[in-house]
């Protein structure tokens, strides 16, 4: 089991930035991959970004390709997901997940989520 705590979210312009962090704790951390998901209202909930035990593979949904970056610090045990060029359609709550793969389904430890707010 580990827990996850997101922290970073916001209110924000579009064409702005937000970093979000997400700290865990319990399970030892650098064996687990880590992902980030998102759900708008209305909305399924999507998988945005994933990242390998080590970093070495990453995963992006096509509609944050090339706009959001998924990193991790192994030693802070902290996985980061930085936002750029955010739009009115990246609004929505995000959440930490971790897992043993980066396939979508292989997640099964969820932190509560820190809502992103972008303005148009």
């Known amino acids: 089991q580990v827990q996850l705590v997101e922290s970073g979210g916001g209110l924000v312009q579009a064409g702005g930035s937000l970093r979000l962090s997400c700290a865990a704790s319990?399970?030892?951390?650098?064996?687990?991959?880590m992902g980030w998901f998102r759900q708008a209202p209305g909305k399924e909930r999507e998988y945005a970004a994933g990242?390998?035990?080590?970093?070495?593979?990453?995963y992006y949904a096509d509609d944050v390709k090339g706009r959001f970056t998924i990193s991790r610090d192994n030693a802070k045990n902290t996985v980061y997901l930085q936002m750029n060029s955010l739009k009115p359609e990246d609004t929505a709550v995000y959440y930490c997940?971790?897992?043993?793969?980066?396939?979508?389904?292989?997640?099964?430890?969820w932190g509560q989520g820190t809502q992103v707010t972008v303005s148009s």
């Open positions: 319990g399970r030892t951390f650098s064996n687990l991959a």
């Open positions: 997940a971790a897992g043993g793969t980066l396939y979508y389904g292989a997640y099964i430890n």
């Open positions: 990242i390998s035990w080590n970093g070495g593979i990453t």
